[in-house]
């Protein structure tokens, strides 16, 4: 009796334990697999970021442009003072430009630039400041190094644009891009002869449209980019990333005479009406209303004048042989709309108005003592300038 009792305590005991053993590797083993999944949660897939694109590829568009793109050096005979005396601002405000009180003598400028060419029969598009007058003597370096001399079928001093003439056929030619489709920050590609370094091409983006009033030309409609362009860039190619000729290089904005990534080049569609013109008339026609001189209104002329706006351009100075006097347009009058577009500035005002056909009629909006008056004007041919 006191076996069979011993024995079942053994066993009672040897289960107990057993228990024991197994409960505690079973909690240990659950724990062993909470620590697990609080130090190492399960991740999703990662996706590796797409890879840097870097800079458009133009080498090809660069190559094929090259080619189309030349040196221009111009020399023009302009007339010196003798005496020191004549440079002086100053001394010409009290004394006037009177050369025989010291006399003058004739000495040669050179001007150096670039040029691009618009046809395969020797149509060469550059600056009007670069060729400097109609009487120059202007010659071109091709990029297989020819020297070649250029006739010059017109210049407009009013885009800076000059058209040249060679002596050659079968000639590379840039096609023409449509500027108007241009959008901010596209690419584009500088290409000219900066410093004389020929054939130097420079990477960049259109950083603005449509930019006026920076003194660059009496009509401005400029392509403002940050490519790097400097002193013989003027008349060099801007070309977009299919190769199209969407601008003439002009001018830069500069505190130091070198780049500072503000570049303006004359947009495609304008240097080609400009071209057309200049080979069809020999000059650029524009329309007019006659002799007129507008300013721009501020603060201060707004309330001499009475008016409740501080946009527009005031007609400061007019001939009475003109078409807007005889439509009874008069000085003092702050023109605010164009063929019922506003007008914003004086510079606004100039390039409708050379863009309207010559024959045509405009309604010219005008403010003149607190009211308002739609005036019909002519468009006319504008007079000759006296030389």
């Known amino acids: 009796m006191f076996r ?25 083993a659950e724990e062993a697999r909470a620590d697990a999944g609080t130090a190492a949660p399960q991740q999703a897939p990662v996706v590796a970021p797409p890879a ?36 002086d601002p100053l001394f010409r405000y009290f004394f006037g430009d009177r050369e025989e009180m010291y006399g003058g003598r004739n000495r040669v400028a050179q001007s150096l630039g670039s040029g691009v ?10 600056n009007n400041h670069v060729v400097g007058s109609v009487n120059a003597q202007v010659s071109v370096v091709m990029p297989d190094r020819r ?21 050659a056929r079968g000639l590379p030619v840039l096609s023409w891009g449509d500027s108007s489709k241009l959008k901010v920050a596209e690419w584009v590609l500088a290409v000219g002869n900066p410093f004389q370094l020929s054939q130097t091409v420079t990477l960049g983006i259109v950083s603005a449209l449509g930019r006026a009033n920076i003194g660059a030309a009496a009509y401005e409609d400029f392509i403002q980019t940050d490519a790097a362009i400097n002193p013989g860039n003027s008349g060099g190619a801007l070309i977009n990333g299919r190769g199209e000729l969407i601008g003439i290089n002009t ?17 495609s569609n304008l240097a080609r009406r ?11 026609r524009r329309g007019s209303i006659g002799p007129l001189e507008t300013v721009p209104l501020t603060t201060q002329l707004a309330e001499e004048l009475g008016v409740s706006t501080d946009r527009g351009a005031v007609v400061a ?23 019922g577009k506003p007008i914003e500035d004086p ?22 003592g607190g009211g308002r008056e739609d005036l019909k004007v002519r468009v006319t041919q504008p007079q000759p300038r006296r030389r």
């Not at 069979?4 to 240990?28: D, E, K, N, P």
């Not at 001018?251 to 947009?267: D, E």
């Not at 100075?317 to 063929?339: E, L």
Request: glycine share 10%.
């Open 147 to 167: 020297e070649l001399k250029a006739k010059i079928i017109g210049v407009d001093e009013w885009t800076d644009i000059a058209l040249l003439k060679i002596d």
């Open 317 to 339: 100075r007019m001939a009475r042989s003109g078409s807007a006097y005889q439509a009874g347009m008069r000085p003092g009058d702050v023109i605010v709309s164009f063929n």
């Open 347 to 368: 510079g606004q005002f100039l390039r409708m108005l050379s863009d309207s056909p010559i024959g045509s009629t405009v309604t010219i909006g005008v403010l003149r």
């Open 274 to 284: 400009v071209m057309d013109d200049l080979i069809k008339y020999g000059e650029v």
């Open 52 to 87: 840097f694109a870097g800079l458009p590829d133009l080498s090809g568009v660069a190559s094929r442009a090259i080619p189309s793109v030349m040196n221009i050096t111009s020399l023009n005979v302009v007339r010196q003072p003798n005496s020191p005396m004549m440079t």
């Open 251 to 267: 001018a830069i904005y500069s505190q130091t005479g070198g780049y500072q990534g503000v570049g303006f080049a004359v947009p």
């Open 4 to 28: 069979r009792l011993l024995l079942v305590v053994i066993f009672v005991s040897c289960g107990f334990a057993a228990g024991l053993v197994l409960t505690g590797r079973m909690r240990s």
């Open 117 to 126: 060419i618009v046809s395969n029969d020797g149509y060469i598009m550059t």
